[in-house]
């Protein structure tokens, strides 16, 4: 059928892999003496604290006026609020080519960004960087990735595993789990029957899912399946103007069809997702780009943050709209508008929320479009606390990663945050950065005076 609020941003393309980030070689042990560190499990502030670093993980959290053994370099932390560096649930780093991803990767750190989880590409080039990454000869965050996508048959799409039965499923899964990737994507394309032929292929090979979802079924199904997360608030919308057997053509259709996916009650989507533990990454920055794209060409600083073959992947794949497209867009600025409605039912109902950019759209920029995402979740009506949990604790725990990352606390890796305020009283204070800390590594470094002439 016709759908005037084709909401799927153009077939995300290729992307991807990633791999657990091992710690690179230990560093010199660090204490980062007198900051107050935001724990985002309790909520809590604790003031005048000293984190030890050994080995690239935490060592101990102890009072500012304990003593701190002579090994370890003391960074002063006075002033700060040490929180877990922030992850993106959702990019594509291998829309852009090497050695541009170097250069993604700097944006990441620059915008306290320690973790990534790519979201299917080009295995061979995240691996590149990766591997860039863990020898130092890059500054970049963690990366986990699942290699291609899996789809069903699209034409000239790369980096895709087609699958159309249960057989092809077995393949590809067995093939992606000898590459060692970290979970597995799912694409748009695939029919229901190869759907849940991966599904259950994945979950005997103990492998994660991450579902953008399929035209074929409905986003109650999937998650039902066991998908580990949802991708994209418009999916939300296509799957319920499938449910309600609407053309997509108003906006109205629109409102209903998201009402449709945030109603509660037995055989819900909130109800499934509740059961099934699903998680939700809503990308409302890649909506809200998507909706503006009319505009003939990116802003003019763009290339100062964004690397030449990813403006031409942009060129490439989201071209400046033509007049035609303009009035779509508009019918999307509008739908837009509604997003935050579902966002706002999934979150008071307990579904744990992400943060994700969908690096690779086009005005989707590293690290930046990652704060944006996170006003868009605030304005959506999350508190400050829950908005730093959808970039910290919550994609580790949905990963199954919380025992090792997404918190401050003992025996975790040391990926910390420093900033100037306390974000959970002022969310903009996630902007003034004061020190990048990666594995136990000092990765980006801002003097007091730097902040303070910044001043914003
Ligand atoms: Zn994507």
Not at 309 to 318: E, G, H, P, T, V
């Amino acid at each position: 059928m016709t759908r005037l609020l084709p909401l799927v941003l153009a077939a995300a393309l290729p992307l991807a892999s990633a791999g657990n980030a091992k710690e690179r070689a230990a560093g010199t042990d660090l204490a980062l003496v007198n900051v107050a560190v935001v724990d985002v499990i309790t909520g809590k502030v604790i003031p005048a604290r000293s984190v030890l670093i050994h080995d690239g993980r935490i060592s101990a959290i102890q009072p500012a006026s304990a003593a701190v053994p002579p090994r370890f370099r003391k960074l002063d932390g006075r002033g700060g609020y040490a929180l877990p560096g922030l992850w993106d649930e959702h990019v594509h780093l291998s829309d852009a080519s090497l050695p541009d991803t170097a250069k993604l990767a700097e944006g990441f750190v620059q915008a306290g960004v320690t973790t990534v989880r790519d979201m299917g590409g080009n295995l061979s080039v995240v691996d590149a960087l990766r591997e860039l990454i863990r020898s130092g000869a890059v500054r970049g965050p963690r990366i986990f990735r699942p290699g291609p996508f899996i789809d069903g048959y699209k034409n000239g799409a790369p980096d895709r595993v087609t699958v159309e039965n249960a057989r092809e499923a077995e393949a590809a899964i067995a093939a992606l789990k000898l590459e060692k990737v970290d979970f597995i994507k799912i694409h748009n394309g695939v029919s229901k029957d190869a759907f849940h032929a991966v599904m259950s292929a994945a979950r005997r090979a103990g492998l994660k899912v991450a579902v953008h979802l399929p035209q074929s079924i409905s986003a109650e199904e999937a998650a039902a399946a066991g998908a580990a997360t949802l991708e994209h608030t418009e999916t939300l919308m296509e799957s319920g103007l499938r449910s309600l057997k609407l053309p997509g053509k108003t906006v109205e259709e629109g409102r209903r069809a998201l009402a449709y996916e945030a109603r509660n009650g037995p055989g819900s989507l909130i109800a499934t997702m509740r059961s099934r533990k699903t998680c939700f990454t809503p990308t409302l920055s890649e909506y809200r780009s998507f909706a503006a794209m009319p505009s003939t060409s990116y802003p003019v600083d763009a290339p100062k943050v964004a690397p030449p073959s990813l403006l031409a992947f942009w060129d490439r794949y989201f071209p400046p709209d033509s007049p035609e497209n303009a009035f779509k867009n508009k019918i999307r600025q509008q739908v837009f508008a509604t997003f935050a409605s579902v966002v706002k039912a999934l979150y008071a109902a307990g579904v744990p929320i992400l943060a994700g950019t969908d690096l690779g759209a086009r005005d989707i920029y590293p690290g930046i479009s990652l704060h944006e995402e996170l006003k868009l979740l605030s304005d959506a009506g999350l508190s400050n606390l829950d908005v730093l949990r959808a970039a910290t604790i919550n994609p580790a725990r949905c990963m199954g990663l919380a025992d090792s990352i997404g918190s401050l606390s003992v025996h975790k890796a040391a990926d910390i945050l420093v900033v100037a305020g306390n974000p959970l009283v002022e969310l903009a204070m996630l902007g003034r950065i004061k020190m990048v800390i990666i594995g136990g590594h000092v990765v980006r470094r801002i003097d007091a005076n730097e902040v303070a002439a910044r001043g914003h």
